[in-house]
């Protein structure tokens, strides 16, 4: 099944733990990417923010995210981040339209 949902993480780091935050993040993604209803998850350090990051992780639907908020792996995963986490914002969004990039590669560019 496609991914039906997005979810948006804003995550502000203590200042000098962005490395510890970015090998959690990179160790937990592992096992969260064997999960089936996971389609996928990106890490952003936001440009000129030191500490701020954006995570997208997408999955099968609502239940099958809430389900996975609830399960060990996760409380293990947020037990380890909290000591280093300032705040943050999470949103659920439901995709509407998607639309990819036109590949320059099959078009001839005026130079």
Known sequence: ?????RVLLEIRI???RESEFEELWRG???????????????????????GCYTVLTDWTDEPSFRAFERSDAQ??????LWPMREGGAMSLLEPLHELS?????RH????
């Open 28 to 50: 937990h993604a592992e096992e969260v990417r064997r999960l089936p209803d996971n389609h996928g998850q990106r890490l952003y350090r936001q440009a000129g923010l030191d």
């Open 108 to 111: 001839e560019v005026a130079g």
């Open 101 to 105: 990039g036109t590949d320059l590669s």
């Open 1 to 5: 099944m496609s991914a039906g949902l």
């Open 75 to 80: 409380q293990a995963y947020l037990k380890r």
């Open 14 to 16: 203590a200042p000098g």
